[in-house]
């Protein structure tokens, strides 16, 4: 197993106009809006419908966590298929899949159909969780390595907006016809139209002769996985400060909207206003990425904005008027789309073409373990130190974990001139 170099070369800068012109992205890219269209319209459509049906906060967890809960137990090792398979064609199985699963939703109309609803919830996040460590193997095959930072910005940027105008759509959709099946048939047709624009990409061939796939084997690299992403000094402080950040923003995903309505008293009718806000500071720090990758590395992106999003998500801690909320939100969301788009380039240029399904995979999961610890918490904590200190803590926890990444990450750049190689 080689190591990268303790100074490798610097990045190179991004070719934004390159990455535009380049076909095979732009097939990718079309596929990830529709399905983060689709996404977005179906998740609020379930929550409406579960929450229509059953008036139970306790099914409204339930299904939480069937989504969850696939990542969790199973995420890592569909990493290791995602990297024995080829992530095209493993990508299109799994949206033609998740499509005709969807599809089942329709059949959910009475509180005795719920049990459908969470059994097709399961299926669907579990077939899903193969779906984004390829699109992240795939995108590093079609997309030179100083484009990446670049294409990984717009896909952030994209799935933003997209996930906001199926949010909104979805309202509508059920506002006025107050039929969810016309949701769960156009979400299903998004999966269909994501597996075709899939299928037009051409990339390079994926998965190659390996060991059968016994359970020693499907172990051993498993664990050449994990190894590696504590070989190397950037994916360890990518993992080491992501994983304490969401001990922190878990809680205060949970705890929001009783900080919004309980202590400041707002109407619910301020929410799509607050969200706004976040909004325009994500999409804007998406068009700010390529000029922030002029000027620093993708390491510093991520320790600089965590400090940035710690401080502002402490301060929500004194808030006592509504616009302190949109103030501080808005530089939140212009930190977080840079952070999201740095650690996805680091995952995909440190390693080689085989591991990067594992090595996706693995770190989502990690994350995703601390990200559910901490909302199970999130009651706990408010209930002992109250929900305004909960917000404090989670603001040092992010801001200590952009503290801790610098020494980490250290003072050498980033390139994908040497990769970690099994």
Do not use: C
């Not at 989504?67 to 969790?72: F, G, N, T």
């Not at 499907?218 to 950040?245: N, P, Q």
């Not at 990067?356 to 373990?369: F, L």
């Amino acid at each position: 197993m080689s190591e990268p170099s303790s100074t490798p070369p610097e990045v190179p800068k991004p070719g934004l106009r390159d990455l535009l012109r380049n076909q095979n992205f732009r097939w990718l890219w079309l596929g990830q809006i529709i399905s983060n269209y689709g996404d977005s319209l179906a998740s609020l459509a379930l929550l409406i419908l579960i929450n229509k049906l059953t008036g139970s906060t306790a099914a409204l967890a339930t299904v939480a966590i069937l989504m969850a809960l696939p990542q969790v137990t199973i995420g890592m090792v569909a990493g290791v298929f995602v990297d024995r398979w080829n992530r095209k064609t493993t990508m299109i199985v799994s949206d033609m899949l998740r499509g005709v699963v969807v599809l089942g939703l329709v059949l959910v109309r009475n509180p005795e159909d719920v049990w459908i609803l969470y059994a097709l919830t399961l299926v669907q996040a579990t077939v899903g969780v193969f779906f984004s460590p390829a699109r992240m193997a795939l995108l590093a095959n079609i997309v030179e390595a100083d484009e990446l930072l670049a294409a990984n910005s717009i896909a952030q940027t994209s799935r933003i907006l997209f996930g906001l105008l199926g949010t909104a759509s979805a309202g509508v959709i059920i506002g006025l016809w107050s039929d969810f099946a016309i949701i769960f048939v156009l979400d299903a047709i998004t999966f269909f139209v994501s597996a075709i624009f899939t299928w037009r990409v051409i990339a390079p061939a994926s998965g190659g002769k390996q060991a059968p796939a016994s359970v020693r084997v499907i172990y051993d690299e498993l664990m050449t996985g994990v190894r590696i992403i504590f070989t190397s000094r950037a994916l360890t402080g990518i993992l080491v400060s992501a994983a304490i950040v969401m001990l922190g923003l878990g809680a205060v995903n949970v705890l929001f909207v009783p900080l919004l309505i309980n202590e400041l008293g707002l109407p619910e009718t301020w929410f799509g206003a607050i969200e706004t806000a976040q909004v325009a500071g994500m999409v804007l720090g998406g068009t700010l990425t390529a000029a922030l990758a002029m000027r620093l590395q993708p390491t510093r992106i991520i320790s600089l904005g965590l400090i940035v999003v710690g401080a502002g998500i402490g301060a929500i801690a004194a808030v006592t008027h509504v616009w302190h909320i949109m103030l501080l939100l808005f530089p939140i969301g212009l930190a977080m789309t840079p952070i999201n788009a740095a650690i996805a380039t680091l995952a995909q240029i440190l390693v080689s073409d085989d591991l990067r399904g594992r090595i996706g995979a693995a770190m989502q999961t990690m994350v995703g373990a601390a990200n559910i610890t901490s909302m199970a918490l999130a009651g706990v904590l408010a209930e002992i130190i109250g929900v305004r200190n909960v917000f404090l803590l989670a603001g040092l926890l992010a801001a200590f974990a952009g503290i801790i990444a610098i020494p980490i990450f250290g003072k050498g750049s980033v390139s994908a001139a040497e990769v970690i190689e099994a």
